[in-house]
């Protein structure tokens, strides 16, 4: 039988539990942070040049790649007017993502805003359009029947289509984040924290 007493007791050793495990795991961070800033303090000139040329270094090759991307067409949403350009462009990148709209359909105009956003964040990828109503024989080829249709292309090879907004919560007005999470889990992009 347990006593009201008891029962104080029992729920103030788990508390005690909590509170110690809390303690401890406090004390590790401010022990690791202490030699972290120990670390700091006893860098030489040299160690800290070392550092500073590795950081730029890191940046110019940073820069270069966004340059190569950049003049691949990548940070800009793009039209591709033809299958030849489609093909070609599915090719010079690794990670396309293209939109299969058609005009008079106006949830593709809400996958335009999206993708637009997105292409400007992430230059690792290539963010096409294209008009499937031009294009009928690859409508027919990857079996496009629902608009809008978002395909995934990774190294050339379709990964996976995107078919209206049910992965995105089904709503018209789903958030930007929620299309990023989508394209980043299919390896089409690289999160940014």
């Not at 700091?40 to 991307?69: C, G, I, S, T, V």
Request: aromatic share 8%; with cysteine.
């Amino acid at each position: 039988m347990v006593t009201e007493e008891g029962h104080s007791d029992c729920c103030r050793t788990v508390g005690d539990v909590l509170t110690h495990t809390l303690v401890t795991a406090l004390e590790e961070k401010e022990a690791q942070l202490d030699q972290e800033l120990e670390y700091y303090d006893n860098l030489r000139d040299d160690d800290l040049e070392e550092l500073r040329r590795k950081r730029l270094e890191q940046m110019k090759d940073n820069h270069q790649r966004a340059a190569k991307f950049r003049s691949e067409g990548h940070g800009s949403y793009t039209e591709v007017v033809n299958e030849k350009d489609f093909f070609e462009q599915t090719k010079k990148s690794k990670h396309v993502v293209c939109h299969f709209y058609r005009p008079s359909t106006w949830r593709c105009q809400i996958v335009d805003k999206h993708m637009q956003v997105l292409a400007e964040r992430h230059l690792e990828c290539r963010f096409l359009k294209m008009n499937i109503e031009k294009s009928p024989y690859l409508a027919e080829k990857l079996r496009i029947i629902m608009l809008p249709t978002i395909m995934l292309i990774n190294e050339g090879r379709t990964e996976h289509s995107i078919i209206g907004f049910d992965e995105m919560g089904g709503s018209d007005d789903f958030e930007t984040e929620a299309f990023e999470e989508i394209l980043s889990q299919w390896g089409s992009i690289h999160k940014h924290n």
